[in-house]
T-cell receptor
Framework: DAKTTQPPSMDCAEGRAANLPCNHSTISGNEYVYWYRQIHSQGPQYIIHGLKNNETNEMASLIITEDRKSSTLILPHATLRDTAVYYCIVGHKAAGNKLTFGGGTRVLVKP | DAGVIQSPRHEVTEMGQEVTLRCKPISGHNSLFWYRQTMMRGLELLIY????????DSGMPEDRFSAKMPNASFSTLKIQPSEPRDSAVYFC????????????FGQGTRLTVV
């Protein structure tokens, strides 16, 4: 599975958009980009995933570059409850959706 | 569906004792994953099953760890004998591998070996 690189931490102001970058330069053509988050002491929670196109759901937007070597997760209006560790993961559908977690980005939303 | 159910939520045991962690996946999901989380090593995939068959157990740390999935609705992770370094939060997750989609995680079991 391709590895990902994320900044270890970032702060965001409440109500503002949070843009979380992820590099996955070794991603292969059939690997998806997944984003999960983990709020303190809870199990990881799925946010969004994509292959080539940008994706949006009720939680966030995922922007994938044309060469697929990087992506950005956008939380449009961050709230205090969005404080969490955010993980960017690449994985094969064929591998049973096996998810290999890296260090993630610790996001602190401040009032 | 109640989601992925893990039991117990907390377990404190003495070194050398056998520990069994349990997981009930979401009905209809055909993949099940066991993860371990510590401050030092983060979230590590231990093993995953597809259609009740272990597919990849390369993350299992050593022979003291074993996992079974006797049927589609139940899995166990056993540590025998337990050691203090096994103290961690153990998560179980399940997903439907028919399409690339989300994995659902349980609330975890916090294991403390003293």
């Amino acid at each position: 599975d391709a590895k990902t690189t994320q900044p270890p931490s970032m702060d965001c102001a409440e109500g503002r958009a949070a843009n979380l970058p992820c590099n996955h330069s070794t991603i292969s053509g059939n690997e998806y980009v997944y984003w999960y988050r983990q709020i303190h002491s809870q199990g990881p929670q799925y946010i969004i995933h994509g292959l080539k196109n940008n994706e949006t759901n009720e939680m966030a937007s995922l922007i994938i570059t044309e060469d697929r070597k990087s992506s950005t997760l956008i939380l449009p209006h961050a709230t205090l409850r969005d404080t969490a560790v955010y993980y960017c993961i690449v994985g094969h559908k064929a591998a049973g959706n096996k998810l290999t977690f890296g260090g993630g980005t610790r996001v602190l939303v401040k009032p | 569906d109640a989601g992925v159910i893990q039991s117990p939520r907390h377990e404190v045991t003495e070194m050398g004792q056998e520990v069994t962690l349990r997981c009930k996946p979401i009905s209809g999901h055909n993949s099940l994953f066991w993860y371990r989380q510590t401050m030092m090593r983060g979230l590590e995939l231990l093993i995953y099953f597809n259609n009740n068959v272990p597919i990849d157990d390369s993350g299992m740390p050593e022979d003291r760890f074993s996992a079974k999935m006797p049927n589609a609705s139940f899995s166990t992770l056993k540590i025998q004998p337990s050691e203090p370094r096994d103290s961690a939060v153990y998560f179980c997750a399940s997903s439907d591998t028919g399409v690339p989609t989300e994995a659902f995680f349980g609330q975890g079991t916090r294991l403390t070996v003293v």
